[in-house]
């Protein structure tokens, strides 16, 4: 009885590590306030790599939320408008469809990206850089 125990604890304690492991958290970002995203973002190009897509693409953000958009990667321009949402997420809207990230810079090195998300483990959607 005894043996049975123990060993059933010692899987159950040999398995946390790995779970854990599995969901790490992302503990170098640093998430931008709307007046951060404002003294970074506004009235700089800035250029989106695009993690999943590999499309690359230029953004100049204006004072006035204006947002022209120029994809690199192949043919295509848009032009729409940008606000905050109360999250302190960024939106664009562009023809019918908006799309909100949330800016952040990473603690290491200071790159910008971006992820769908606040959470710990999002996925980065893009990585900028200053045109």
């Known amino acids: 009885m005894f043996t049975r125990y123990a060993i059933r604890t010692l899987l159950c304690v040999a398995a946390v590590p790995a779970i854990s492991e599995e969901h790490a958290p992302i503990h170098d970002r640093v998430f931008l306030s709307k007046a951060e995203i404002e003294t970074t973002l506004i009235g700089k190009p800035i250029v989106s790599s695009n993690l999943s897509t590999g499309m690359v693409s230029r953004w100049q953000f204006y004072s006035d939320g204006r947002v022209d958009f120029a994809n690199r990667s192949g043919p295509g321009k848009a032009s729409g408008k940008w606000f905050f949402n109360p999250d302190g997420s960024m939106c664009v809207t562009m023809i019918t469809r908006t799309g909100c990230r949330y800016w952040f810079r990473n603690e290491k090195d200071g790159a910008l990206a971006n992820a769908d998300t606040r959470e710990p483990n999002a996925p980065t ?7």
């Open 125 to 131: 959607v893009a990585e900028i850089r200053f045109e």
